[in-house]
Each structure stands twice: as C-alpha cells, then as structure tokens.
C-alpha cells in the first residue's frame, strides 16, 4: 500500500558507513517496521513493506527462497527492485499530471483490470491448483503471499507501461536509411556470417523395411510417377517418407551444409539439382530418395533481406531505451527521491536507468 509522505518530508536514510537493512528484518509480526519508509518519490511514499514483498516475488520466480541467500545478495536484489518501483512510481505520477482527466485514468485502470482477468488470473488459477478466486486467495495467503497484492501491482506496471508507450510512440519508428547504415557496419560481425547451406526435401524409402530391394525400388518408382503427375512433394513426403518421423512431419525439408548429408549420391544431386525440380531416383548403400532443392546459399555474411527484421528490432530496441532513459530523467529533474539506501552499496542511484 502506498501512502502520502509526512509532511515534514521525513525519510529515515542510511548514512554511507551504515549497512543497509536486509529485507528480511521484516516478519508478519513486525507491522511498524514494515510500514517504514523505504522510499519517497515526490509526495508518495513507498513502504518498507512493500519493497520486501517486491523482492520475495523476485526470488520466489527465479526459484530461489530468501532465507537461502545471503544478506548481502538480499540487498542487491533490493537495490534493483527498489529502482524499479521508484521508476514506476515516477510513470504514474507523471501520467496523472499530464492526463489530469480523472476518467481516462478510470479507463485505464479498468483495461488493466480486465486484462488481468483476461489474462493473467487463469494462469494464477492453474499453478495453484485453485477452482476459483476465493480459493486462490487462501492458497496464496497460506503461502505469504496477497492474490490483492499481485493484483494491485500489476495494476500499476500496466498504467506505467501505457503511459510509456504514448510518450514513446512515434518517436522509436525505423527508417529504411538507418537500418541500411547499420547493416554495412555490422555485416561482418561474427553473429551475421553464415555457413553455405541447402534447404531441400527428401522422399525417402528404405530397402531394410522391404522384403527386397526390389519391392523398395518398385515403390520408390510409383512415388516419382506420382510427382511426375503433379502431386505436391511435400504431402507425398509426409505421407509416404520411410525416413526420420521428425523431416517426415516436415514434408521432408531439411537444411544442410553442402557435403554433410550421410549419402554421397544425394550430396551430389542437391549440390547440382535445378531449384525445385525433382530429381530421378536416387539409390544409396540402403535407401532410394527422390529430392528437390528448395534454396542454396553461399558462406558468407548474411543478405540485408535475411537481417533485416533482426535489425529494425535492435534499433527499435536502442530508441526504446534512449527516449525511456531521457523520459525518466526529465521527470527525475523535478521530483524529489530519497531511499533508504542513499549512500551506501545498494544505493538504486547507482543503477544506471
């Protein structure tokens, strides 16, 4: 729960040569120590309470128990925790000045509420083998934890991640120039080069599953016949493919470099084949296969067209983070923000947000 700040702007800081508290100095019996500030953004305050819960969810998700670490990697996580709810308080703050309209910040609230229902209270039915709301509310009491609580923040994570989308939109889009500018600087990056490959299928039939070679060429016959009249490879190859279930499934595609299939007469065909033509029957030590080359690509660093969605995503990502960092430290400028944990290792000041 989040409160107004005491009028006389009071927050307990710990100096630089004191230890920053642990967050498990808070129990259930301890009520004031949890109501305790353990941070103030402009006229909110967040509770040392509500930080604790923030941290315990942190570690129960990355399947850890807070009495398993230690108190210095307690107060790490708090450190980062604490930035993120003093950054979210800041969103929310500034998106009740600017939209001022208490009924867009109704709607808002109310989209956030139904998305929770939506989407998010199903799930939380499902890992806790609960039939209804109610009984998950008991289920996660027992385990210390609050269904209102959970509720609540995600409440405010989805207005501030609103709020941060409006500000950014129209100012995160990537133009084609750009993305041109850093493909040529990075084509020859290691993640960017790409080995020779061939992408192609294969209708294969195994003598082994015969009673004789010949019964296996006979069949391998009949399929090409088939292809000959038009029928679609990649059906034939799910339906009649004697080979692995998994290329089978896959209408028998495969993407291999050139040499490296296990057939040195199919190595052959697909490395000369014309583009999706079927070949003639093709007999190894103990299969037939019949196959069509889909695509060849030579070694070397990768097409801008190969890259291109790959790119547009980092530099969308790149503007996202700039104009968020710069949307964050406008709003930072004019509120006031202390924690408890100003001057010391944990300081979230440190962060670099």
């Known amino acids: 729960m989040r409160r107004s700040a005491p009028r006389d702007g009071a927050v307990r800081q710990v100096s630089a040569t004191t230890t920053a508290p642990a967050v498990d100095v808070v129990d259930d019996a301890n009520w004031k120590e949890a109501g305790r500030a353990a941070a103030r953004v402009g006229d909110e305050v967040i509770t040392l309470r509500e930080l604790v819960a923030a941290v315990k969810e942190v570690i129960r998700k990355q399947g850890g128990k807070p009495g398993q670490l230690s108190r210095e990697e307690q107060n790490t996580i708090a450190k980062y925790v604490l930035a993120s709810l003093i950054e979210r308080t800041l969103l929310i703050q500034e998106a009740k000045h600017q939209l001022k309209d208490e009924k867009q910040i109704t709607r808002l609230q109310d989209a956030a509420d139904k998305y929770w229902r939506d989407e998010e209270l199903s799930p939380l039915l499902r890992q806790n083998f609960a039939e209804d709301e109610t009984q998950l509310k008991r289920k996660l009491e027992e385990a210390g934890r609050s269904l209102d609580a959970m509720k609540h ?43 020779a490959a061939i992408v192609w299928r294969e209708i294969l039939v195994d003598k082994a599953r015969h009673a004789s070679p010949a019964e296996a ?137």
């Open 217 to 353: 060429r006979a069949k391998i016959d009949a399929l090409l016949l088939r292809l000959r009249k038009g029928e679609d490879f990649a059906a034939l190859a799910a339906a009649e493919s004697e080979g692995p279930s998994r290329i089978k499934a896959d209408g028998g595609l495969m993407e291999t470099a050139p040499g490296s299939y296990i057939v040195a007469e199919v190595n052959q065909a697909i490395e000369s084949l014309p583009l999706n033509a079927a070949s003639d029957v093709i007999e190894g030590p103990s299969s037939f296969h019949i196959v069509r080359v889909e695509s060849r690509r030579a070694g070397g660093p990768a097409s801008f067209a190969e890259l291109q969605d790959k790119i547009r995503r980092v530099l969308q990502a790149e503007k996202t983070e700039h104009e968020r960092r710069a949307l964050l430290a406008t709003i930072r400028k004019k509120t006031f923000i202390t924690t408890i944990f100003d001057g010391t290792e944990s300081d979230p000041r440190q962060i670099s947000r």
């Open 153 to 195: 923040t995600f409440r405010q994570e989805f207005l501030a991640h609103v709020f941060m989308q409006q500000k950014l939109s129209g100012k995160i889009a990537v133009g084609l120039p750009e993305m041109l500018e850093y493909y040529n600087k990075h084509v020859n990056d290691k993640e960017n080069l790409r080995s």
